[in-house]
């Protein structure tokens, strides 16, 4: 039973634990299933980080002086789940990596939220080295969020003012904004391209 909040903290830890163990394994398979290179990469390169951050958390188990263990994430095997039917669909290249990017970005939010938790639980009780591991691994996650915003731009401005087909057969309504849409991504080519 949990009883203070030392052990929440813990508990809290070692179910990030499992769902970084569980993204060591699934992001290979994203980025496998990216055609965008930069897609590829940006996934292949948070995998090396994913990696550093299951070590900072066996450091927060040492700080705790608990064995690291973890206990079943069952958020993260969804999400991860979801990443899958998205990987195994049928749509096209362009379409496929944007999905990819919609999954991968709700885990990073998911490990964004998990992380802050902990961080402010570790402040709480003024473990100092625990607060900066924790910190250092919730600043990638942000930054590798953006950089999937940042791609998603890239790719939808590909894909931009090429839709005009699929949407004649698509209902009605969906015609209608289609000039609304190509309208409100194209100002976005402003963005600048330095990462
Ligand atoms: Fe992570
Ligand atoms: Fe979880
Ligand atoms: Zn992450």
Do not use: N, W
Request: hydrophobic share 35%; net charge negative; with cysteine.
């Amino acid at each position: 039973m949990i009883e203070t909040l030392e052990q929440l903290l813990q508990d809290e830890i070692r179910d990030i634990y499992d769902a970084e163990k569980q993204l060591v394994k699934a992001l290979p398979k994203m980025a496998k299933a990216a055609s965008s290179t930069e897609l590829s990469d940006a996934l292949k390169e948070h995998l090396e980080q994913t990696q550093g951050q299951v070590q900072r958390l066996e450091q927060v188990f040492e700080a705790l002086g608990a064995k690291a263990k973890g206990k079943p994430c069952a958020g993260m095997k969804g999400l991860i789940e979801e990443g899958q039917e998205v990987i195994g669909g049928d749509s096209s290249d362009e379409l496929k990596d944007l999905a990819i990017i919609g999954a991968a970005q709700r885990v990073e939010h998911y490990e964004i939220a998990a992380y802050g938790t902990a961080r402010t639980f570790a402040e709480q009780l003024g473990k100092q080295d625990i607060v900066d591991l924790l910190q250092e691994t919730l600043d990638e996650e942000k930054e590798a969020d953006e950089k999937l915003t940042d791609i998603s731009q890239t790719l939808l401005e590909g894909i931009s003012g090429s839709q005009e087909s699929d949407e004649e057969t698509t209902g009605a309504g969906m015609g209608r904004t289609s000039a609304t849409t190509r309208q409100t991504v194209a100002p976005k080519t402003k963005r600048s391209s330095g990462m």
